[in-house]
């Protein structure tokens, strides 16, 4: 059975930091790509980062660039996003998933992801 479990997600404000983790099993790791969505209340879901397999490369939103780190760790089947400089219009619920042979241009596009969690809530207060 393909999981995919969140959590890191929380209460901190603005200018703060906070690392989500994804813990991914039942599928073969290397295989895929894992990305980080993020959906606002009353917003449509929007693709955030995505760090890509094998090759590891990684993929960020313009609104985040220079304030999220995506990494991976193999060997515990994890990835995480490190957020800093967090702002109030970060606040939404941040899901991961995973996806194999995405081209590059797909890379935080939402149909191209195959498995999802259930996401975790970043809630940044001003």
């Known amino acids: 059975e393909v999981q995919l479990v969140e959590s890191g997600g929380g209460l901190v404000q603005a200018g703060g930091s906070l690392r989500l983790s994804c813990a991914a099993s039942?599928?073969?790791?290397?295989?895929?790509?894992i990305g980080w969505f993020r959906q606002a209340p009353g917003k449509e879901r929007e693709g955030v980062s995505c760090?890509?397999?094998?090759?590891?490369?990684?993929y960020y939103a313009d609104s985040v660039k220079g304030r999220f780190t995506i990494s991976s760790d193999n060997a515990k089947n994890t990835v995480y996003l490190q957020m800093y400089s967090l702002k109030p219009e970060d606040t939404a619920v941040y899901y991961c998933?995973?996806?194999?042979?995405?081209?590059?241009?797909?890379?935080?596009?939402?149909?191209?992801?195959?498995?999802w969690g259930q996401g975790t809530q970043v809630t940044v207060s001003s």
């Open positions: 039942g599928f073969t790791f290397d295989d895929y790509a």
């Open positions: 760090i890509s397999s094998p090759d590891g490369s990684t």
């Open positions: 998933a995973a996806g194999s042979s995405i081209e590059s241009k797909d890379h935080l596009s939402l149909p191209a992801y195959d498995y």
